[in-house]
């Protein structure tokens, strides 16, 4: 049975159309986990030493201990983030002769090949050997980490739960961060010693074969709630996970007065409010506008490497139209023979999606003003990259996501899904980001900086001026593309 | 209505759609059959320039398809669930649709009194997204939709599928009453013989792209398409 399940797992991946394409990515993000990895085993056998050493701590373990309350809930946070919940793939198995509680079982196992759950081994199990061991003993130490290892797996599992019971919406994850990092002042302060607690808990690591058995009987406690709560919502009408609806929101009768164009735009909105993935996107753009607060207060950035400001003011400014407008055209996949069959011309729906990305751009750069506290330059320098960004750049982006765009299936959730990623995407940030260096550079290095980044937004100034052009290039182009657009579209 | 010339589309060598001539008036009301495969909805893909054809062209009233919008006002379509907005209930769709017509509160009252006994309740003031909708359900919402503008030509591609019985007698009378109430083109393709010449006073046979038969108006058109079927 598992066998088979494996197969078709392997079948799955293997013949789905975007195969080879997906192959790429796969193998990126391949490299960039045990890139990952090797830092964090090297990051685990340099610990004792940073401890000990460079940290002053007479009593490392102890010291550990007090800290990993904070590495769990640590963990917890970032695989929220990352971790999905298996279970939609499971439909076609429920109709045939297969024990229910099979298939739970294998999916919640498979589930714990997954690279985090190997993290805390890199990370502590040199510290296991090197410390621990030569103080309490072969089988402490193996049972010392042994039972992180068994948390690990606990908190995998305890996410899980999470996500199905919150949703995924990213709300929970907000709450958690938030008490926790005030939780973390508090012991900062000391107010409140949460390290105290940690240490009192994780002290009992040092406990041997009891503490190794009640790691298990906690992650036995957590897989058996998860397991009876998975068989309980497995019906192909409740797949936990799923997005709870609520209905009617996001629609903004002021923009009806614009005529088509704000119908359209109106369009747009609800598709964003009301998909998590996009919705995601949106409350990234927002958390990024405090990016800033890296740069800002710091002199290095502010007078002696200025021309940094312009790469944060593009960022800051274009948040969003950057990371929306790459899929500019896949957030529409599921319904782009209807724009193509209604009475629009692609002109209007090429403005509609220019006013929109733009609308939130001014938008970000009003709420970007207060950064000028730390200096009226930033504040012009961001208003020159807002032109930038929409005199240029709106433009590189509208055209570079006709770039052979893939179908997004607009019920996956939001947080690290690289659904949709194709060549353009990969691309786009070199023109986007080094654009404006093109103008600045050379001003600047005969020095005059303030001048190059007034050039950078006079350019944005005459793309903004030749906007109607500009508008009815794309417009063309997309029409010369949209046959192979909607053909991509229409496969899987 | 529609003009189509030396029309061809192959997808790797093998053709898919290959029509040198077809015209169907104003006013008439054509069926399209065939079996799978037999090219029929690459064909109104075509016809409504959603895939470029290899050869040749389609005009709707003397305008080609390809490369203008203006048609898109007097064409009401719907082939699948493209045609649909997912996140949309079904009365933020029919309004959004009616807009891009210019439909007046008026107009709005009209249409669903069109249909109302079409939706069987079950559609107007529902509180459900598009995509929580049924298959038969996702059928109504598309076909209602395709009639917004008062269209001189409609395309539907297998209406009757996933209708209840009910329903399929239902859009049969309410397909008929339109066509007695006003002039309007009807280009359907369906499965059911049954159904296909109750409505169509013209059926087109397709197999393998091409234009096999077509028959005219005439009495015994489905004992006629049961024939050609049984062979």
Redesign the interface.
Known sequence: MVRTFLDHGWKKWTRSVSFTKEMATTIFLGVVTLMIAAYLLAFGFFLPTLLKDALNQADPIGFLHRLLIYYFLFDFVFRYLLQSVPVVEIRPYLHLPIKRSGIIHFLLGRSLFHPLNVFVLLLLGPMAFMTVAPEQGMVVALCWIGGFWLIAFAIHFLVMLFKVKLDDTLWGIILLVTVFSGLGLADYYGWFKLSDVSKLIFDNALAGPSFLAGCFALVALIYGIAFLIFRNSIYADEVPGQDK?Q??YG?FTFL?SLG?MG?WIN?EL??IL??KRPRTLLFLSAFFLLYGMIFYPNPMYTEEMPGFLLFVGIFVTGVFMINYGQYLYSWQS?????T???????REVVNSKYWLLGAVSVICFLLTIPYVFFGWHIVLTNAAMLFFNLGVNAFIIMNLAMWSPKKID??KGGAFNIQGVGAAQWVMGLPIFLGPYVFYLPLSLMGYPLAGTLLVGFVGLLGIMFRPWLLNMTARRL?QRK?VI??G??KD | MITIQSLKKAYKGVTVVDVPELKIQFNESVGVVGNNGAGKTTLFRMILDLIRPNEGSVMINDVNVQGNDSWKQIVGSFLDEGFLIPYLTPDEYFRFVGRLHNYSPEDFKNFYAKFEDFFQGEIAGKKKYISDLSKGNLKKVGIAAAFMGNPQLVMLDEPFENLDPTSQIKLKNLLNRERQERSVTYLISSHDLNHVTEICNKIIIVEKGKVIRELDGQENMLAELEAYFKA
């Open positions: 609806k209905y009617g629609d009806r088509s119908e369009l609800k598709l009301r998909n599921s319904h782009f023979d209807f193509l069959t209604k009475p629009v011309s692609l607009m019920t029409q046959h909607a053909e579209f229409r």
